[in-house]
C-alpha cells in the first residue's frame, strides 16, 4: 500500500509540473525570492491558474527585454509582483522607452 501511494504521489507531482505554463530557471526562483511576491518554488506550484499564467506571462516578458539588450517594442501588461526590485527598473526603463517612442511617431505596440 506504501508503495503504491508513493507512486500515486509521483505522479500527481509529475502531473502538477507538466501542467506549469512555462519553466522556469533557477534565476527566475532567485528573482522570485527577493521580489514583493517572496515565492518559493512550492508557492510558485500552488498558486491558481491565472496566477501561475500572469507570473509565466511576467517572466517571459522580461525575458523578451533582456534578449533585446533593455529594449521592447512592444508594451505589454505584467505583474510587477513577480519581478526583483532591479528588473523592475530594468522593465520600466523599457517600456518608458517604448511609450516615448510611440509619442515621438517612431511606433510602437501596446498589447493588454
Not at 496566477?51 to 505583474?79: F, M, P, S
Not at 509582483?81 to 511606433?107: C, F, M, N, W
Request: charged share 20%; aromatic share 6%.
Amino acid at each position: 500500500m506504501k508503495i503504491l501511494l508513493a507512486v500515486a504521489t509521483i505522479f500527481i507531482a509529475s502531473a502538477a509540473k507538466a501542467e506549469f505554463p512555462c519553466q522556469l530557471s533557477a534565476k527566475d526562483y532567485a528573482s522570485l525570492a527577493v521580489s514583493n511576491s517572496k515565492l518559493t518554488p512550492a508557492a510558485v506550484q500552488a498558486l491558481d491558474s491565472d496566477g501561475k499564467t500572469n507570473l509565466c506571462e511576467t517572466r517571459q516578458y522580461l525575458h523578451e527585454i533582456d534578449a533585446n539588450h533593455g529594449k521592447t517594442a512592444i508594451v505589454k501588461d505584467y505583474w510587477p509582483i513577480y519581478l526583483s526590485p532591479e528588473e523592475k527598473k530594468t522593465v520600466g526603463h523599457a517600456v518608458d522607452a517604448a511609450i516615448q517612442a510611440q509619442l515621438d511617431g517612431t511606433g510602437v505596440t501596446i498589447v493588454v
